[in-house]
């Protein structure tokens, strides 16, 4: 485990230690993880905007970006769809509305679009980009362990949640399978295509993974 993986456990459990009973400040904490959650993205564009020829080749990484999303969405749904049948059989009223994860999976992008934009235009790069980053990642943790403590929700029923266990598994799995699938179509190398792959929908997470295997040339 890498010294970067053990701190956001580190925030994790910190967090964990922390409850908090008033309700309007479980709900500025709500605000405050969307705040970061967005703030990490516009990070992550700017950081995409200000490579070197980014502007010039803007539609060679769209186009693999979809290649990459298109192969790994249809993996994923093929490994998940038994478990997201058993889930809805079992499941009754409540499921979020298919439109508003669209809307906002729409948004989360848009954010990206618009670092990378105004990446483009400034076309200087951010020194500190990669300590913001992290740091905005192990806040969100925190808060993330202060929510589930403020919940009742034991970290052991997260960890070793049965159900939560497959269906991570099997997006590893099928993420990766998706990634090897695209980079096989694109003629790219097997080690740049699981890395491209490797943030498994975490999009907090998936710049440094992907910085941290391409540097040591996985």
Same mark, same amino acid.
């Given at each position: %485990?890498?010294?970067?993986?053990?701190?956001?456990?580190?925030?994790?459990?910190?967090?964990?230690g922390i409850?908090? =009973?008033?309700?309007s400040?479980?709900?500025?904490?709500?605000?405050?993880l969307?705040?970061?959650?967005?703030? !990490?993205?516009? +990070?992550?564009g700017?950081?995409?905007?200000?490579?070197?020829? %980014?502007?010039e080749?803007l &539609?060679?990484?769209?186009? &693999?970006? +979809?290649l990459?999303?298109?192969?790994?969405?249809?993996?994923?749904l093929?490994?998940?769809?038994?478990?997201? =049948?058993m889930?809805?059989?079992?499941?009754?009223?409540?499921?979020?509305?298919?439109?508003g %994860?669209?809307l906002?999976s729409?948004?989360?992008?848009g954010i $990206?679009?618009v670092? &990378?934009v $105004?990446?483009?235009?400034?076309?200087?790069?951010?020194?500190?980009? *990669?300590? /913001?980053?992290?740091?905005?990642?192990y806040?969100?943790?925190l808060?993330?362990? $202060?929510?589930?403590?403020?919940? *009742?929700?034991?970290?052991?029923?997260v960890?070793?949640?049965k159900?939560?266990?497959?269906?991570?598994?099997?997006v590893?799995?099928?993420?990766?399978?998706g990634?090897l699938?695209a980079?096989?179509?694109?003629?790219?190398?097997?080690?740049?295509?699981?890395?491209?792959?490797?943030?498994f929908?975490?999009y907090?997470l998936?710049?440094? !993974? /992907?910085?941290?295997?391409?540097? /040591?040339? &996985?």
């Open positions: %485990m890498s010294f970067g993986t053990a701190l956001f456990f580190v925030a994790l459990f910190a967090g964990y409850r908090v =009973r008033q309700s400040a479980l709900k500025r904490i709500s605000q405050s969307l705040a970061i959650t967005l703030g !990490i993205l516009f +990070l992550m700017y950081g995409l905007g200000t490579l070197e020829n %980014m502007a080749n &539609m060679m990484a769209l186009e &693999m970006a +979809l990459f999303l298109v192969c790994i969405t249809l993996a994923n093929v490994g998940l769809l038994p478990t997201i =049948r889930i809805t059989g079992e499941a009754s009223g409540g499921r979020p509305s298919l439109l %994860m669209a906002e729409l948004m989360f992008a $990206v679009v670092g &990378m $105004v990446g483009i235009l400034v076309n200087k790069p951010f020194a500190l980009l *990669d300590s /913001l980053a992290n740091g905005l990642l806040l969100m943790l808060l993330i362990g $202060v929510q589930l403590r403020s919940s *009742d929700i034991a970290i052991k029923d960890l070793l949640n159900t939560g266990i497959r269906i991570a598994a099997t590893v799995i099928t993420a990766l399978l990634g699938l980079g096989w179509i694109a003629g790219v190398p097997v080690n740049i295509s699981l890395a491209l792959s490797s943030g929908g975490w907090s998936s710049g440094i !993974i /992907l910085k941290s295997r391409l540097t /040591l040339g &996985m």
